[in-house]
T-cell receptor, first 116, second 117 residues
Framework: DQQVKQNSPSLSVQEGRISILNCDYTNSMFDYFLWYKKYPAEGPTFLIS?????DKNEDGRFTVFLNKSAKHLSLHIVPSQPGDSAVYFC???????????????FGQGTILTVHP | GAVVSQHPSRVICKSGTSVKIECRSLDFQATTMFWYRQFPKQSLMLMAT?????????EQGVEKDKFLINHASLTLSTLTVTSAHPEDSSFYIC?????????????FGPGTRLTVT
């Protein structure tokens, strides 16, 4: 049961344009969402997060939007740069206590390629 | 801040031997660390949650006797793959949460590529 889904395996964007990466989730208990960037043979690097009490969070070129009713979030990168080329994972967590506390559930990842 | 290291970065071992992977939080104390594995072109799969001073919590389908986790201090967790087999070959990544930070971000180590021959 894939609770976090990234339905686009890849995305190709021209340098300077906007990159929009999408993520859907099914578990209504998720209330904290994160985006990570990953290069091959390296660990993921944290990019940006959002709590379910917000619908937008911005950090420099990165903005995450959350639509709770649709159980959908997206990461916008603008302007896109060639150095942004990597695999992007969205992840979700449930704040509730118990054994699931703090666990992250990851999507399958989207390969972003930014062309010069 | 929030730097996590892993050692070794690569290891090759023979079938039947055991391999230990270390995960350290370098600039914060991590009461909770996580161990993941990643197969080629797939997502990160959580194997277990490691809590300092207590037993690890394993995800369904992960053999706790095969993947031994020890979290003896606030800055170190180890994963030992016992009696390794070729199907254990994978990319193993640890992460840690900084309890001081408000969010639920996990900070990841660089990963360990395990190859079992």
């Amino acid at each position: 049961d894939q609770q976090v889904k990234q339905n686009s395996p890849s995305l190709s964007v021209q340098e300077g344009r906007i990159s929009i990466l999408n993520c859907d989730y099914t578990n209504s208990m998720f209330d904290y969402f994160l985006w990570y960037k990953k290069y091959p043979a390296e660990g993921p690097t944290f990019l940006i997060s959002i709590s379910s009490i917000k619908d937008k969070n911005e950090d420099g070129r990165f903005t995450v939007f959350l639509n709770k009713s649709a159980k959908h979030l997206s990461l916008h990168i603008v302007p896109s740069q060639p150095g942004d080329s990597a695999v992007y994972f969205c992840a979700a967590s449930a704040r509730a206590g118990g054994t699931s506390y703090g666990k992250l559930t990851f999507g399958q990842g989207t390969i972003l390629t930014v062309h010069p | 801040g929030a730097v996590v290291s892993q050692h070794p970065s690569r290891v090759i071992c023979k079938s039947g031997t055991s391999v230990k992977i270390e995960c350290r939080s370098l600039d914060f104390q991590a009461t909770t660390m996580f161990w993941y594995r990643q197969f080629p072109k797939q997502s990160l799969m959580l194997m277990a949650t490691s809590n300092e001073g207590s037993k690890a919590t394993y995800e369904q389908g992960v053999e706790k006797d095969k993947f031994l986790i020890n979290h003896a201090s606030l800055t170190l967790s180890t994963l030992t793959v016992t009696s390794a087999h070729p199907e254990d070959s994978s990319f193993y990544i640890c992460s840690a949460r900084d309890p001081i930070r408000v969010g639920y971000e996990q900070y990841f180590g660089p990963g360990t590529r395990l190859t079992v021959t």
